[in-house]
């Protein structure tokens, strides 16, 4: 290497260390305004900033015409407010987006810290949004592709389904305007449901790369625009179980089976999670047959010869959740491996898992809490919603302390008790031939 070359270098070096320095970590903050709207940052020094405001307005929200009003929601950020017109927000938020959970709204924007003047725009853009009828109208084609994309996926259909027949209303609720409802909303339906739930002690702001005192600032401009209180009560979740069978032409056939699972922040949340690692929760090794650590995947490949593939489902709301398996196989094979996969469940709640099982599972679950902990793209929905919901967050090593201390009667015995619960089903594919759900069970 050239004398000059390796001076550069060194000097970069040393530079580095130098930034590294004088650069401390630094936790975490959550702090709530007067009025209740939660403020969290986390400043890691980034490049790149990122800012996300969530709102417990999902679907779940929705009641009698209502239905379908998170998904326009959506999609009205970049309409316009009373001060700013939707070409000029469009023009100066890019990398701004919208997704939603069944219980809540979650938006947020990307961008580097020399254009942090437009993050306040962006809070804006989302808490003082007020799109004219005609404006509406504009989104009628995006609300259109959104169901021809979902309409195209076998599994979000199958999960969509799923959730309708194992929920009355609440949870239940679909995550995406029906078509015959698609261009039905009215301004006054939409200005409803914002004040029913865009209201401060329902909202949470959080910055990734900003300090604490710049969320706060966002946030407190944001508040000029929401209600105070908590808006209109929240409907608990019913789970009544039930079934869905949706016909098809196609020989790939999605089918899921479950029963009520336990909510966000149960005592069993966690020996749940580490029995759905135990189960299997899909490849993690590319082209891996995925036999050697899930139960699931041994069970199925027993029965069949055509490739499939199975994992665990494991899904948490904040008074319910649904627990059990997704499987997609072929047609002619389906009915044999659902009643495999029943047969291993049940095996379960008989004889339990081993130690050296449980063991493995809680290494597989701790691994993948630290992995989606290094990444703010990953991690920053789950920091949304502990934010909203609970207005704290949790620390990455008092949870996996927690898991450790999970006893393996602890897991056996949370297997029991959510296995045996009430079932639900829902498939889709060519399902002629493949058995009921009374007939599984």
């Known amino acids: 290497m050239r004398p000059q070359v390796a001076s550069q270098l060194k000097n970069l070096s040393d530079i580095r260390a130098r930034v590294a320095v004088s650069l401390p970590r630094k936790a975490a903050q959550i702090t709530r305004l007067k009025n209740g709207l939660t403020v969290v940052s986390n400043e890691n020094y980034s490049p790149l900033v990122r800012l996300a405001i969530i709102v417990n307005a999902g679907p779940r929200h929705e009641s009698g015409d209502q239905r379908g009003l998170s998904h326009v929601?959506?999609?009205?950020?970049?309409?316009?407010?009373?001060?700013?017109?939707?070409?000029?927000?469009?023009?100066?938020?890019?990398?701004?987006?919208?997704?939603?959970?069944?219980?809540?709204?979650?938006?947020?924007?990307?961008?580097?810290?020399?254009?942090?003047?437009?993050?306040?725009?962006?809070?804006?853009?989302?808490?003082?949004?007020?799109?004219?009828?005609?404006?509406?109208?504009?989104?009628?084609?995006?609300?259109?592709w959104d169901n021809t994309l979902m309409a195209d996926q076998p599994n979000i259909r199958m999960l969509e389904a799923l959730h309708d027949a194992a929920y009355k209303g609440t949870l239940g609720n679909s995550l995406y305007a029906?078509?015959?409802?698609?261009?039905?909303?009215?301004?006054?339906?939409?200005?409803?449901?914002?004040?029913?739930?865009?209201?401060?002690?329902?909202?949470?702001?959080?910055?990734?790369?900003?300090?604490?005192?710049?969320?706060?600032?966002?946030?407190?401009?944001?508040?000029?625009h929401v209600r105070e209180g908590s808006g209109s009560p929240v409907e608990p979740a019913k789970y009544i179980g039930g079934?869905?069978?949706?016909?098809?032409?196609?020989?790939?056939?999605?089918?899921?089976?479950?029963?009520?699972g336990v909510s966000l922040f149960s005592k069993d949340a966690l020996p749940l999670a580490i029995l759905q690692r135990a189960m299997g929760t899909g490849m993690?090794?590319?082209?891996?047959?995925?036999?050697?650590?899930?139960k699931l995947t041994q069970a199925a490949c027993k029965v069949a010869k055509d490739p499939l593939a199975v994992s665990c489902i494991n899904i948490n709301y904040t008074d319910s959740g649904l627990f059990g398996f997704h499987v997609?196989?072929?047609?002619?094979?389906?009915?044999?491996?659902?009643?495999?996969?029943?047969?291993?469940f049940?095996?379960?709640?008989?004889?339990?898992?081993?130690?050296?099982?449980?063991?493995?599972?809680?290494?597989?679950?701790?691994?993948?809490?630290?992995?989606?902990?290094?990444?703010?793209?990953?991690?920053?929905?789950?920091?949304?919603?502990?934010?909203?919901?609970?207005?704290?967050?949790?620390?990455?090593?008092?949870?996996?302390?927690?898991?450790?201390?999970?006893?393996?009667?602890?897991?056996?015995?949370?297997?029991?008790?959510?296995?045996?619960?009430?079932?639900?089903?829902?498939?889709i594919g060519k399902l002629d031939g493949i058995s009921w759900l009374e007939e599984l069970m």
């Not at 810290?113 to 989104?139: C, D």
């Not at 991690?379 to 302390?401: I, K, M």
Request: net charge neutral; hydrophobic share 40%; with cysteine.
């Open 73 to 144: 929601l959506r999609h009205t950020m970049e309409l316009g407010t009373r001060d700013y017109s939707g070409a000029s927000i469009s023009r100066r938020l890019e990398n701004v987006s919208c997704t939603s959970t069944r219980e809540h709204l979650i938006y947020s924007l990307d961008g580097l810290r020399e254009t942090m003047y437009n993050f306040r725009l962006f809070g804006h853009a989302v808490s003082a949004s007020s799109p004219a009828p005609w404006e509406l109208k504009q989104i009628e084609p995006n609300l259109a």
């Open 178 to 224: 029906a078509p015959y409802m698609v261009g039905k909303h009215t301004v006054e339906q939409l200005g409803a449901f914002r004040n029913q739930t865009f209201c401060a002690k329902r909202m949470a702001v959080v910055g990734f790369g900003m300090s604490h005192g710049e969320v706060e600032d966002i946030s407190r401009m944001i508040s000029n």
């Open 243 to 260: 079934s869905a069978r949706i016909g098809t032409e196609s020989s790939l056939v999605h089918a899921a089976l479950v029963t009520e």
């Open 284 to 294: 993690h090794v590319k082209w891996s047959d995925n036999t050697a650590a899930s």
């Open 328 to 344: 997609a196989a072929q047609s002619a094979e389906m009915d044999k491996v659902l009643r495999a996969l029943v047969a291993q």
């Open 346 to 427: 049940g095996a379960v709640t008989k004889s339990g898992l081993t130690q050296q099982e449980v063991q493995r599972a809680k290494e597989r679950l701790k691994s993948s809490l630290a992995m989606q902990h290094e990444s703010s793209v990953d991690s920053l929905e789950d920091v949304c919603v502990q934010a909203c919901t609970q207005g704290t967050l949790s620390n990455l090593e008092e949870t996996l302390q927690a898991v450790d201390k999970v006893t393996i009667n602890d897991v056996n015995n949370v297997a029991k008790k959510v296995i045996n619960g009430k079932p639900s089903m829902a498939a």
